[in-house]
């Protein structure tokens, strides 16, 4: 199995910044697996935040956080991060730490974490 704990979230005000971080752990867990991160605002659908594959390759992000949000991984300690700068209030959400086998997370993705909630006060 894989097991991801994300920390970090909170409160912020509009424009400023917070980080997640997610740590994998589980004997199903590998340095190859893409992790990421996916979002859902209350009554909205689940949305792809940002994804980053084995040994750095393929990093990929969403439109709407390009230029704000960062991902980042420490492949020693199996630890993702999201570095999110510039936050708007459409921001708010529970984030979900995704690990998947392929090259990319997505909403079809296997392996969830819990969720952690980011607020946005204006």
């Known amino acids: 199995q894989v097991q991801l704990v994300e920390s970090g979230g909170g409160l912020a005000q509009v424009g400023g910044s917070l980080r997640l971080s997610c740590a994998a752990s589980?004997?199903?867990?590998?340095?190859?697996?893409?992790m990421g991160w996916i979002r859902q605002a209350p009554g909205k659908e689940r949305q792809f935040v940002a994804s980053?594959?084995?040994?750095?390759?393929?990093?990929m992000y969403a439109d709407s956080v390009k230029g704000r949000f960062t991902i980042s991984r420490d492949y020693a300690k199996n630890t993702v991060y999201l570095q999110m700068d510039s936050l708007k209030p459409e921001d708010m959400a529970v984030y979900f730490c995704?690990?998947?086998?392929?090259?990319?997370?997505?909403?079809?993705?296997?392996?969830w974490g819990q969720g952690i909630q980011v607020a946005v006060s204006s």
């Open positions: 980053m594959g084995r040994s750095g390759g393929i990093v």
């Open positions: 589980g004997s199903a867990f590998s340095v190859d697996h893409a």
């Open positions: 995704v690990a998947d086998p392929l090259l990319v997370v997505s909403t079809s993705s296997p392996y």
